[in-house]
């Protein structure tokens, strides 16, 4: 299989999960998520139309770029994982969207080196919807008191909540992190101000994305499924 054929039977999945759930499929995205993968297979990704990638540690991320965003202007990259306050700076000078906002702290940070670079970045807030303790991402319940303290930070275009579900076989365990999530959205949704229009819940990965589209993900972050199995050795 190449990353074309990936891509194509990833696309077919998402339609057929939209279909099933009764959504239009458009309105899910498909993030790659290029971690562990050389430059080369992100351009074979773009020759399928993928122009966003996720990648989940900086300095990797800004290794590509670097490498590719001579020649493809188009190419714009997602940080998807947890970040440390020290590295806000090298997201605000390349990445186009942050996927895991975890703390006031991050996010002054962020709006700060934003300013500096002239720069706007979209914003998804991590929420921790399974409990495990090792997990990133704020509790659902700390999390409309926190999402109200982003108004404050002019450079952050906040869209919406991100998470990571419980690794489980267990389909009613994954699908209740998700409803978590879904719930919270619905909460923020009520309420009057600019959490109102957030839209974006990124949910689902290469194990799970189905589950995510039928409890309504946005978009989906598709690691192996598009690029198959992971190679550890080449990041390590
Ligand atoms: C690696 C990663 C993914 C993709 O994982 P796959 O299982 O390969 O699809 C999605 N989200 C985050 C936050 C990741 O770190």
Partial sequence: MTIADNIS?????????????????????????????????????????????????VQEAIGKW?????????ISWAVIGHLQTNKARQVARFASEFQALDSIKLARELDR???QEGRALDVLVEINSSGEPQKSGIGPEEAVAFCHRLDAFASLRVRGLMTVALNSPDPEQVGACFQRVVDLRERLRSE?????????????????????????????????????P??????A
């Avoid at 992971?230 to 990041?235: E, H, I, K, L, N």
């Fill in 192 to 228: 009057a101000g600019q959490v109102s229009d957030w839209d974006e819940l990124s949910m689902g990965m290469s194990g799970d994305f189905e589950l995510a589209i039928a409890h309504g993900a946005t978009t989906v972050r598709l690691g192996q499924a598009v690029f198959g």
């Fill in 113 to 115: 080196r934003l300013q």
């Fill in 66 to 74: 670097e490498e590719l965003n001579p020649g493809h202007p188009e």
């Fill in 9 to 57: 039977a990833v696309r077919a999945r998402i339609e057929d999960a939209a279909r099933a759930a009764g959504r239009d499929a458009r309105d899910i995205r498909l993030l790659p998520v290029s971690k562990t993968r050389p430059a080369a297979d992100v351009l074979e990704a773009e020759k399928c139309g993928c122009t966003r990638f996720g990648e989940n540690r």
């Fill in 230 to 235: 992971r190679d550890y050795s080449r990041t």
